[in-house]
Each structure stands twice: as structure tokens, then as C-alpha cells.
């Protein structure tokens, strides 16, 4: 995940900024949204620590075990929801490929290197990962598919909050912005 110092950067800023935007927008609605929303922000302020620069900050090897294991709770939180009736699948595959990633660099000589692109268990020297290339598919899809969807729709009543806050095209745009970064971030794993 420690690419360019500057496109790194705009990853922490994007996925700070989204969320930022899921707090606020927890705040604003209620029932099964408010529980979207925090898990979004909880994403989003996971994928912008993991999207800071090598420069600016060398975690220590055990904030990846850490990651792990808070997206890996997320993972198990998201299982349950599915088995009682929860409708978001994208959020366990996200929880899926944060665990994915931080695994991959908490593999031993990652240290912030491409530690997927190794041989052995994860895939062929020099190629992609059969993981890394499913999510590259699956994320490269949901982008697609919500970028065709960004259009603005009649307000709706989401809940008790501002007008802003329970916009249907905000909260889209929230999570194509998301996607856009698990993309960047998996491309340089």
C-alpha cells in the first residue's frame, strides 16, 4: 500500500474526507443506515491509515496484526448480518479485502513492500494473486456499476439529520470514492 508519497496523500485525504462525510452521516439516520454508515467510516479511517505514505510514517510490524484483527471482527460482524437478513454483501467482501491486505503486509520481508507479488502461497512470482486479481475484478465492477448509478435522485425522508446528510447520491458517491481507493490500494499491493 506504500506507493507514491503523493498518491498516497490523496488516498488519506479521500478516505479521510468519506469518512468524515459516514460520521456525519450516522449522526443523520437511523436503523439499518446509521449501521451502514459506521461501518463505511470505520473503512474509510481504516483504509486512510493504511494509505499513509512510508515517509510520513513506518508503522511498526504489529499495526498489520492489529488491522487484521479489527477488520477481521468486521468481517465476522458482517457474516452475521448476512445470515440475519443484512443486505450488505459489499461491506464483507470490503472487510474481506482489508484483512487480505493487512495480512499481506504483515507477511514477514513485506515492511511495506509488494508483499503479494512474491511466490509461494499467495501466487506465482512476478504475477498478480488469484485473491488480489478477484478483488481487482470485483472492485473494478462495483465502480462501474455505481458510476452509472451517480445520478441525482429525488430527496427521500432518511432520517432526522440535514438534507445533506441523507442525500441518496452522496451516500453513492461515498462509496464509489471507497471503492476508488480499495482499487488504488490493492493495485500496489
Not at 491509515?49 to 487484521?68: E, R
Not at 460482524?77 to 454483501?89: E, M
Not at 467482501?93 to 513492500?113: C, D, E, H, K, N
Not at 446528510?165 to 471503492?179: F, G, K, Y
Request: glycine share 14%.
Amino acid at each position: 500500500m506504500h506507493g507514491a508519497a503523493l498518491t498516497g496523500w490523496l488516498l488519506v485525504a479521500l478516505c479521510a474526507a468519506t469518512g468524515a462525510y459516514c460520521l456525519l452521516r450516522m449522526r443523520a439516520c437511523v436503523g439499518a443506515e446509521r449501521r451502514a454508515a459506521g461501518g463505511e467510516a470505520v473503512m474509510a479511517f481504516g483504509m486512510a491509515l493504511m494509505a499513509l505514505p512510508a515517509a510520513a510514517l513506518s508503522p511498526p510490524q504489529w499495526s498489520w496484526t492489529l488491522y487484521a484483527a479489527v477488520f477481521g471482527a468486521a468481517t465476522l460482524h458482517g457474516l452475521l448480518a448476512l445470515r440475519h437478513g443484512g443486505r450488505h454483501l459489499h461491506h464483507l467482501v470490503g472487510s474481506l479485502a482489508m484483512v487480505y491486505m493487512a495480512l499481506a503486509m504483515a507477511a514477514p520481508g513485506a515492511a511495506g513492500a509488494h508483499a503479494g507479488h512474491t511466490a509461494g502461497a499467495m501466487g506465482p512470482a512476478g504475477g498478480i494473486p488469484l485473491l488480489t486479481g478477484g478483488l481487482l475484478l470485483y472492485y473494478m465492477a462495483y465502480v462501474l456499476r455505481a458510476g452509472t448509478r451517480l445520478v441525482p435522485v429525488a430527496a427521500t425522508e432518511g432520517g432526522p439529520g440535514p438534507a445533506w446528510a441523507t442525500r441518496p447520491e452522496l451516500t453513492l458517491a461515498c462509496r464509489l470514492a471507497m471503492a476508488l481507493a480499495m482499487l488504488a490500494m490493492l493495485v500496489t499491493l
